[in-house]
Nanobody, 119 residues
Framework: QVQLVESGGGWVQPGGSLRLSCAASRSRFTVHAMGWHRQGAGNQRELVARITPDGSTTYGDSVKGRFTISRDNANKTVYLQMNSLKPEDTAVYFC?????????????WGQGTQVTVSS
């Protein structure tokens, strides 16, 4: 129903920055909320940030003040600007989108992109 293409992961030293992007394509339905979750080794998947079509945002407590989520509605793309990165930010970051269908909601996840923060 939808293809999510993530990019921007990689390795960075503590204090550095990275920008993730995720483009949704081939969707027959309306893309509603978009966001990012992450999962570190041995941890449960957790919310990083979420943004609705009108720009309302939600952030996980551990990233508030350091990460900024934004979106381009015309291109169905969501971005995550990550600043002041810490080793504990190391994780696989997953893009997710909520689709509004005629019968309700449909939720999709990207394949994930690795972010490694180390010296």
């Amino acid at each position: 129903q939808v293809q999510l293409v993530e990019s921007g992961g990689g390795w960075v030293q503590p204090g550095g920055s990275l920008r993730l992007s995720c483009a949704a394509s081939r969707s027959r339905f309306t893309v509603h909320a978009m966001g990012w979750h992450r999962q570190g080794a041995g941890n449960q998947r957790e919310l990083v940030a979420r943004i609705t079509p009108d720009g309302s945002t939600t952030y996980g407590d551990s990233v508030k003040g350091r990460f900024t989520i934004s979106r381009d509605n015309a291109n169905k793309t969501v971005y995550l600007q990550m600043n002041s990165l810490k080793p504990e930010d190391t994780a696989v970051y997953f893009c997710n989108v909520d689709l509004k269908t005629p019968t309700g909601w449909d939720y999709h996840w990207g394949q994930g992109t690795q972010v490694t923060v180390s010296s």
